[in-house]
């Protein structure tokens, strides 16, 4: 099939694009930076310099790829995300999840796609309290976390945004993938990544008792998922290995597999004016998500099951 895939050189693009190539679709792929086009090129792809926040360009570069499928890897996270400012720091990335979605649906409609395959997240559910000592796991028609905090809500608000224009777009097959906590190389759990580079700082610790339940993916079975989806009945899919683990069993484990000292614990009391009120959210709240939709209708099943296994593969 004929691809367009938007974002193609971010975490999820770099791997996704040989993995498209080797199931024998043609790729275009888009990029936000000239330097990037020969990284696209060496990969198989038909590389596009696009800015996803210029609506002529968007429809410019989609009308001329003439896509059977569009796959929406759109992002612009910051390197350094640091949870007293969120907010600013995730304005660009809110706005492509919103404009950036509203016009790449319109184009892809205009150049007569079936399909829009689009990133989401599995992590931002609202909590619930575990089931007899374990762990409650989400599944996909559950509500998104509009009581978190305040400088997540307009990232939740947008991401909501992202979803309903997708599934709502007429004549478009859509695929929601909820994606997990991703792993892997390019990403911020990256030995070169800022999660793992305050751990190495021993600058995250684990706060309150760390009893937030998170759910990882590795960038890889991330990409094999879009794969999968690709001719799939419309729907929204968390795309999460098998194993949700609480901050106090997973940061420890991080902090082995990259060679750290254990992290420290800091009171939420404490860590509030230290971190802010997202950081203390992010580790006392929250449930793992369920991947059995996943597994039952797209046929997917993460190669790396675990992330315990993963860290030490990906970090060792």
Do not use: C
Not at 15 to 34: C, D, N
Not at 157 to 173: C, Q
Not at 191 to 213: C, F, N, S
Request: avoid cysteine.
């Amino acid at each position: 099939m004929r691809v367009f895939l938007a974002g193609a050189t971010g975490a999820i693009g770099r791997r996704l694009t040989p993995m498209l190539r080797q199931a024998g679709h043609e790729v275009v792929g888009s990029t936000r930076t000239p330097a990037k086009a020969a990284e696209l090129e060496r990969a198989g792809a038909k590389p596009v310099v696009l800015d996803a926040l210029r609506r002529e360009a968007v429809f410019e570069a989609v009308l001329d790829a003439r896509p059977e499928v569009v796959i929406h890897m759109l992002t612009a996270l910051p390197q350094h995300l640091h949870p007293r400012t969120v907010e600013r720091d995730l304005a660009i990335n809110d706005r492509i999840r919103e404009d950036g979605t509203r016009d790449l649906v319109a184009a892809a409609q205009q150049a007569g796609a079936r399909q829009m395959i689009a990133q989401s997240a599995a992590f931002l559910y609202m909590p619930l309290a575990g089931v007899a000592g374990r762990p409650a796991l989400r599944g996909e028609e559950e509500a998104l976390n509009f009581e978190a905090p305040k400088p997540l809500l307009r990232s939740i608000n947008a991401l909501h945004m992202l979803e309903h224009t997708v599934r709502s777009a007429d004549g478009l097959e859509a695929v929601v993938l909820r994606l997990g906590h991703l792993y892997g190389p390019g990403t911020a759990f990256a030995r070169d990544g800022a999660i793992a580079q305050k751990v190495l700082a021993r600058k995250l610790p684990v706060i309150g008792g760390g009893e937030a339940v998170w759910s990882f993916v590795h960038v890889d079975d991330a990409a094999r998922a879009v794969v999968d989806a690709i001719g799939a009945d419309r729907g929204v899919y968390n795309v999460v290995d098998d194993d949700p683990a609480s901050v106090r069993q997973w940061l420890p484990e991080l902090a082995r597999a990259l060679g750290a000292k254990p992290p420290l614990h800091i009171p939420a009391r404490l860590a509030r004016p230290l971190h802010g009120a997202v950081a203390v959210s992010m580790m006392t709240k929250g449930d793992g998500a369920s991947n059995e939709l996943a597994k039952q209708t797209l046929g997917w099943t993460p190669r790396l099951a675990s992330w315990r296994q993963g860290f030490r593969t990906a970090l060792g």
